[in-house]
């Protein structure tokens, strides 16, 4: 193999850790695929010339602290991460992740009953009403060998700052040009966890909702799962209101866009 020239290396290396490295600056919560302090700024400065990723200081002389990978930044890290043997790059390639299909509605609902207990649930008929009013905000993984979903990530917008347990069960509630979305689902069916398919079912949701130029993603979810959210980028906004399913929630969100249409 034809060896990489030491500045090749920083700018691949660069890359590939701007797609691992997802990042939560604890400030004003941003959906950040950022680099770290310290980098080399001249990398950052040819991969943002070569528009493999967004630099705001660069292009725009302002103080911001982070960069932004591209479409063809992050099409290129995967590879790059391809090469290395490293991680999920294969998930693009197992699965297609696309908004819900019409037809696979029963099969969704289906899906929330393996991977909640029936208090937490959402009911088919729930579920049903949601994907009719809301189709776009509803995101599956498709399994490429079955044609069976393996996880989705589902929500509904509305102008409101804050969860209530009444967006789980009233669709009415979707406002479609609504600022913020209220994630109402993620689910990955046992066969397929622990391979990196929750998270990226996070990361292109929050990729989609961002370029649609939405401001913020809310959830609510038990405490052991705030770890892992908190890992996904998302801020812990202590105890929430919900009393969904008798249980004791954490609200978390994440902002996607500070200036929002
Ligand atoms: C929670 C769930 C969506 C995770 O899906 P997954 O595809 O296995 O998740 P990933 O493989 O992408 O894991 C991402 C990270 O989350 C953490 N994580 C995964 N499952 C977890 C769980 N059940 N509890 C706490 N953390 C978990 C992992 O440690 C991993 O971090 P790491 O990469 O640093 O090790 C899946 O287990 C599921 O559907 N569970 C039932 C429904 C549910 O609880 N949904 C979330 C409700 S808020």
Known sequence: MERKSRQEAIDDLTLALLYLTRFNDGEGNHFDEMAWKNYNFESIERLDAEGFIIDPKRSRGGTYKYSYLTEKGREKARNLLKELGAMDSDLYERFEFRTIKPGEAEEAALVEQICFPPNEACTKEHMLERIAVAEDLFLVAIDRESGRIAGFLNGIATDEYSFKDDFFVDAGNHKKDGKNVMLLGLDVLPE????????????????KEQER????????????KVKMYTGFGFRDLGESASEWGGEKWHEMDITLNYECF
């Open 192 to 207: 397929y966890r622990k391979q990196g398919l929750g998270r990226e079912l996070v990361y292109n949701y929050c990729r």
């Open 213 to 224: 130029g939405r401001k913020r993603l809310v959830l609510t979810c038990l405490k052991n």
